[in-house]
């Protein structure tokens, strides 16, 4: 069946542009991930959500990032005034209950690149 | 704090020279560790999840094994095809199931 998907797959950026990215779960999963990558370094964690209510914000590095998953399955993450520092890849994984150590199945990502 | 720490950060072996990643996590309460595969340009690939101390679990030549403080994965007579990150990582269940990450072990596979 079909698996993650997200887009834009890359993405430029002028300092202070806002951006949309946009993520599309397996289909049924009820729980949807997000996560920022540096180059050479692991995924970490930005938000998380169960169907449609955001449960935890806490990775969210500031005020200018915003997710969304209204109908509780696509998903977008918002960032207003880009910065430098906001140039990673975006990833986005989706799970199929809200289980503890539940499989988290990643899509295949989003570079931002902040000129 | 809870941490996962892959070592070493890069590998470099010759096809079908045999050898093993380690993750070593410090986590209260272990509900899993998973492992995934990623390749230039794309998401994790999931690989493995390990539940409990002791076991063990393959797919083709990679078998990823687990303890209390740590996992392996061992790659036996591995081919070129098998060059890539691979990441380990634990779930924290402190009001999200998010994943912890290492920062991964860059493996190449030289023909």
């Known amino acids: 069946g079909a698996g993650v998907s997200q887009s834009p797959r890359y993405k430029v950026a002028k300092r202070g542009q806002d951006v949309a990215l946009r993520c599309d779960p397996i289909?049924?999963?009820?729980?949807l991930f997000w996560y920022q990558q540096a180059l050479g370094q692991g995924p970490e964690f930005l938000t998380y959500f169960q169907n449609e209510a955001q449960l935890d914000k806490s990775g969210l590095p500031s005020d200018r990032f915003f997710a969304e998953r209204p109908e509780g399955s696509v998903s977008t993450l918002k960032i207003q005034r880009t910065q430098q520092e906001d140039s990673a890849v975006y990833l986005c994984?989706?799970?199929?209950?809200?289980?503890?150590?539940?499989?988290?199945?990643f899509g295949p990502g989003t570079r931002l690149l902040v000129l | 704090e809870d941490q996962v720490t892959q070592s070493p950060e890069a590998l470099r072996l010759q096809e079908g020279e045999s050898s093993s990643l380690n993750c070593s996590y410090t986590v209260s309460g272990l509900r899993g560790l998973f492992w995934y595969r990623q390749d230039p340009g794309k998401g994790p690939e999931f690989l493995f999840t390990l539940y409990s101390a002791g076991e063990e679990k393959e797919k083709e030549r990679l078998k990823a094994t687990l303890t209390k403080k740590e996992s392996f994965l061992h790659i036996t007579a591995p081919k070129p095809e098998d060059s890539a990150t691979y990441l380990c990582a634990v779930p924290i269940i402190q009001g999200a199931q998010k994943l912890v990450f290492g920062q991964g072990t860059r493996l190449t596979i030289n023909p």
């Open positions: 289909s049924g999963h009820v729980s």
């Open positions: 994984a989706s799970s199929a209950r809200r289980l503890a150590g539940e499989t988290q199945y």
